[in-house]
């Protein structure tokens, strides 16, 4: 099965059966969408752009890959694909595309979430597909410093044959970049226990809108001089710059990893066993994921995926990491005999092996791709104070019933409080999407949350970032862009709201 999941994940490059042309254009399927004044490219560019990459790495046909996004909800009409090999020639590319005004999108895995990776008109695509050489990786130190385009995978197997580890990880790791993880701020299913990018990353290399390089790759842990420019370019979704390498501080890889599935009759009684998991197995916690039983479901009818236990209305994995295997498992058994004692939790299983933690995972992390099998999904992600958590699920149910809507469930990284919340229809309804949209924003908003936790607001959510941040905050963000990508070519129709 995981060998069936990072097939499906890779196929955004090469299958023309998964990425067919039936996914709407986002121009047809977001009337109103007004192309800006940019330049077109015509021969004398794509000269130039082979004269600097090679005409192999100019991609001008059979684009569909390129275009559409992982979910297949947005597609693009982009002619040509760049694939620089080293930051000389991106900043080349970058630099004459500024002069002559081409609206840029860069793209990493291609495994965004929020349409920000594919272009939305005619956005030359760059690809740090070729931009995929680990630099260096200093054992002593924990510090890896390598391309943007590296897989995130690739980096874990490398780093662990020097007992280190990438300090994040998600489900996407097969395909998605490093480069791409930094320009969403991606979070994961790690980020409880090693936090996130913006503390993990000691440096950064970035070529500006105008062409410059901006090197950064300071491989400091300390260092306060200056503003933390780098922080810029963390989460910014390609807007401000593009990030061509990157300096990261790596954890030491745990050699004991357990893992333990629970069923749980009550939401309530969930976020008592999280205060309860952090008391007594915190230091080695790594993972505290929720699943609710149509989550199950989804996985179950549309991978023949099986769970271990029976069905609940929730479930729960976490996940320890530590360092010695006997004072791991005691400390997790000691957990969950608390937990059964008290009546807190209706059924537990401890993975036996790493083929029963591997599956626990598997059930978590297919149920994006498990989505998909049933038409459109319309998919959020959004941060919410865990008392309310699920409450938007079941009023979000209620509000859809009759609908062409299938499916509504809930999943997500619990222990940090971030909520997937996704429905499906057949095919993109626009009935359900207005039941869905904007009430989702407006409930998460009343309720102090934020509109996106860890996928970022690229081209489907920018509109509604004024109901997470303030318009004094969202001017100071235009001024921010303005400054570093005065014409704007930068990913352009993503994450400002206009006007
Ligand atoms: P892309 O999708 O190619 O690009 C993402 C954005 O970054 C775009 O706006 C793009 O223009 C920009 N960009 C890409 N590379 C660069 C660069 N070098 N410089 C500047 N801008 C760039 N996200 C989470 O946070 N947590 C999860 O748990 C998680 N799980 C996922 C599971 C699945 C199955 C899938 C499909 C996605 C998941 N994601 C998750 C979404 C997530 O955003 C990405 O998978 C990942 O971070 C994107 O990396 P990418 O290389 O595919 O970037
Ligand atoms: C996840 O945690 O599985 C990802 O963020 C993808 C999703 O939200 O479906
Ligand atoms: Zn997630």
């Known amino acids: 099965m995981a060998a ?62 390129y275009n559409t996004d992982w979910l297949r909800t947005v597609r693009g009409e982009s002619e040509t694909v760049l694939r620089p090999g080293c930051v000389e020639e991106v900043s080349a590319l970058v630099k004459y595309c500024y002069e002559r ?61 020097h007992d280190l580890m990438m300090p994040l990880d998600l489900g996407a790791k097969g395909s998605c970049h490093i480069g791409g993880n930094l320009s969403t701020n991606a979070g994961g299913i790690r980020l409880l226990r090693y936090g996130s990018l913006h503390g993990n990353t000691l440096g950064l290399e970035v070529v500006l809108a ?64 999280l205060s309860l998991t952090k008391k007594y197995v915190g230091e080695i916690l790594s993972g505290f994921e929720f699943m609710d039983l149509a989550t199950r479901q989804v996985v179950c009818d549309n991978l023949g995926l ?37 009546e807190l939790i209706a059924d537990g299983t401890v993975a036996r092996d790493v083929t029963q933690r591997k599956h626990m995972w598997t059930l978590r992390e297919t149920a994006a791709e498990a989505l998909l099998h049933d038409g459109y999904c319309y998919k959020y992600d959004i941060s919410l104070p865990q008392p ?65 936790a860890e996928h970022g607001l690229g081209f489907k959510k920018k509109q509604y970032i004024y109901h997470s941040k303030s318009k004094e905050m969202v001017n100071l963000m235009k001024v921010l862009k303005q400054t570093l990508d005065p014409k704007g070519i930068l990913n352009p129709y993503k994450y400002l709201p206009e006007g």
């Open 4 to 65: 069936l999941v990072k097939q499906l994940l890779k196929a955004n490059r090469t299958s023309h059966a998964f990425y067919s042309t039936n996914v709407a254009l986002t121009t047809s399927r977001y009337p109103g969408l007004k192309r800006k004044e940019f330049g077109v490219v015509v021969d004398k560019d794509v000269k130039f752009f082979e004269n600097i990459v090679g005409a192999p790495n100019v991609i001008r046909s059979d684009l569909d890959g």
């Open 101 to 161: 005004n081409l609206a840029i999108c860069p793209q990493g895995g291609n495994t965004g979430l929020v349409g920000g990776s594919v272009p939305v008109f005619d956005e030359v695509i760059l690809s740090t597909e070729r931009l995929n050489k680990i630099k260096s990786i200093d054992p002593t130190a924990g510090i890896l410093q390598c391309e943007a385009g590296c897989v995130l995978e690739t980096l874990d197997e490398e780093l662990s044959k």
């Open 210 to 273: 105008n062409g410059e390089i901006l090197d950064n790759m300071n491989p400091l842990i300390k260092d306060n001089t200056g503003y933390d420019l780098k922080h810029l370019f963390i989460g910014a979704e390609g807007t401000l710059g593009l990030i061509t390498a990157a300096t990261i501080k790596c954890p030491t890889r745990p050699s004991s990893i357990n893992a333990a599935m629970i069923g749980v009759e009550k939401f309530e009684t969930c976020l008592k066993v």
């Open 306 to 342: 099986s769970y271990p236990l029976a069905e609940f209305p929730y479930y729960l994995l976490i996940e320890t990491s530590g360092s010695d295997e006997e004072h791991d498992k005691a400390k997790l058994d000691t957990l969950l005999e608390h937990l059964m004692g008290n």
């Open 388 to 452: 309310v958590w699920y409450d938007l699920v079941r009023e979000m149910r209620t509000r859809i019933e009759g609908s062409a809507a299938l499916r509504c469930i809930g999943y997500g990284h619990l222990g940090d409080g971030n909520l997937h919340l996704n429905i499906t229809s057949a095919e993109y309804d626009q009935h359900v999407m207005d039941l869905i949209e904007p009430f989702l924003y407006d409930w998460t908003s009343a309720h102090n949350g934020s509109i996106s």
